[in-house]
């Protein structure tokens, strides 16, 4: 209640007995509803509201005393917690006309929290939606119809409201994605969980989102190294055998530079070269070195066979390589000319890879805009659009 401006003391500020003087308050009205204002400001809700009872047996009140009798009981017993006469007595006051138009709205969403609160979840959104209706912007007020609406069981009507919502937090991407995994919305629950691994980063959203793409009807297994590529950049390997396959991967890829780096992190970490395995990993590890210096001597040679071939697939592997070597212009320039062949095996993966080498080389409008342009269905545009998440991430 104090979180909307609403306090015991607010609803009642200002009725001693020269502000309804204007208005003539009999006096044996008068005396008992001044004594529960003083008692409701002192703290003694329960006091005030048996006082104010006093008042009940009274006949022929004027619109204007029950307009104060019901404004002071609906503050004492918002505060004492009685919900049910707080309720009457805010809808009273409500539509009594005598409420101006700064506490028309506070009162309207003193009673929507009231109705909140006692689970009474029907009027609480007949009153959220009233108050809304005045104020359609007041964020606190949509936050709580869409806890209402999921509080009661309105999946559809929450998520209506949260995929309207144009800059959502957190907790409302969370709801919406624990609605949606309840109505078996597989599609929308992944759209939300790539919001949720876009703006707020946390390794749990990215971890989802990578195994459901790698177990997505269709996905070709050729592009299981740019899953592990995207776990890399967001934290996600921590086994032995993880940096392992990455490393062999990449190795088949003909990019023993990558698989240099993968190695040197994993010993970096302590989970390479430790444990009964350690010989293994120096074995791998020597291994990379060793392509790496066969890569070097090779480069040019290779270059000029696939220039001469227009061997899309070569051109982009060996491009790929050399941006990981460090020799990003050339490595680059390999790969462009790959992607305006179009003749690869796989054209949407080479679009992939040069829009992921552009951003290792540090070009991120380049890269996003290369990104943009993958389309396939195999999995590849699924993967431009997390590589663009991952580029775009929050610092």
Partial sequence: MAAIGFTAAAPIAGFSSVAYAAETVRAEIGKPLQEAQKLAAAGKNKEALAKLKETDAIGGKSANETYLIERTRASAAAAAGDNDAAAKAFESVINSGKLS?????????????????????????????????????????????????????????????????????????????????????????????????????????????????????????????????????????????????????????????EAIKVIDQGYKKGVLGTGTDAARHQRLKDLAAKTQTEFDAKAAGVEAEAVKAKDADALANLGYGLVSAGKTDKGLALMDQAVKLGTGRNPQAIKLHYGIAQSIAGKKAPALATLKTVNGTDGTADLARYWTLNINRPM
């Fill in 101 to 257: 138009a700064a506490e028309q709205p506070k009162f309207t969403q003193a009673l929507a929290s009231i109705y909140y609160r006692a689970k009474d979840y029907p009027k609480a959104i007949t009153w959220i939606q009233r108050s809304l209706k005045d104020n359609p912007n007041d964020a606190q007020m949509r936050e709580l119809l869409i806890q209402t609406y999921y509080i009661s069981g309105k999946y559809a009507e929450a998520a209506k409201e949260l995929q309207s919502s144009k800059n959502a937090s957190e907790q409302s991407l969370q709801m919406l994605a624990n609605i949606q995994l309840k109505q078996n919305d597989k599609a929308g629950y992944v759209q939300t969980l790539e919001k949720l691994a876009g703006t707020y980063p946390k390794t749990s959203y990215w971890a989802d989102l990578l195994n459901r793409v790698a177990g997505k009807p269709g996905f070709s297994s050729s592009l299981s190294l740019d899953v592990l590529r995207l776990r890399l950049a967001n934290g996600l390997l921590s086994k032995p055998a993880e940096y392992m396959e990455m490393a062999q991967l990449s190795l088949q890829a003909g990019n023993p530079a």
